[in-house]
């Protein structure tokens, strides 16, 4: 199968059987988006889910991340992975939204990265979740499984890579909602260590399952569950 036939097949089937897809972390604002996202790096969103409502409860505004210290901060986020370098980032990025962007969320992934803990995957989520822009951010599961599918070269060897394969070929309009395709499918079904292949609705146009069909059917069929 031709790579255009395969993001031709990758946008038919999403649109079709997942046209709302959205991020998992819990927020009701940019504000607290921009915050969930920084203490997602290395995390699950559903740990980060467990702490952010005291966190946005008790820090609602930018002025008061920028108001308060490290001793405050640190007890709220001290359960997520890398807790005092987010501490740190979180008590930065409140001060540089008070003093530079006038308390306001940048909206362009430029200004976004200026801020502590902000790179551009977080300011690819926070623009394209936040405004629908064109914008792809590539976590670990959009590595894996725009890889695995064949929507992006096997020497792709950098997000940065993957993601100007993927702006190039996925329509404009798409682009901010394919993210989460990527994201949930990978979350859910193309895991890493073990993909559900066999559950999995699209091996139609997955190079993956082309090269390894034979090897999945056969270890599924020797799997001590297949013969109960």
């Known amino acids: 199968m031709l790579k255009k036939e395969r993001y031709t097949a990758f946008i038919d089937y999403f649109s079709n059987h997942m046209p709302v897809a959205e991020t998992e972390l819990f927020y009701e604002n940019p504000f607290q988006l921009l915050i969930a996202v920084v203490l997602s790096a290395q995390c699950t969103d559903k740990r980060v889910n467990m702490h952010t409502p005291a966190i946005f409860r008790d820090f609602p505004t930018p002025e008061h991340l920028a108001a308060s210290n490290f001793d405050e901060l640190f007890p709220y986020i001290k359960s997520i992975s890398y807790p005092n370098n987010k501490t740190k980032h979180l008590l930065g990025l409140g001060k540089k ?80 909602i394919a993210h989460h395709w990527l994201i949930l499918h990978g979350r859910y079904i193309c895991l890493a260590r073990k993909p559900k292949c066999l559950e999995c609705p699209i091996t139609h146009f997955c190079r993956f399952f082309e090269k390894n069909k034979t090897q999945i059917i056969e270890q599924e069929n020797s799997s001590p569950l297949s013969k109960n």
């Open 97 to 176: 939204l008070v003093e530079e962007f006038n308390s306001e969320i940048p909206s362009t992934v430029e200004d976004l990265i200026k801020l502590p803990g902000v790179g551009r995957k977080t300011a690819n989520v926070i623009t394209s979740v936040v405004w629908n822009q064109p914008n792809m951010a590539v976590d670990t599961h959009v590595f894996r499984v725009s890889k695995r599918l064949g929507l992006v070269p096997q020497n792709a060897k950098t997000p940065l890579e993957v993601e100007k394969q993927l702006v190039k070929h996925i329509p404009k309009k798409h682009i901010h």
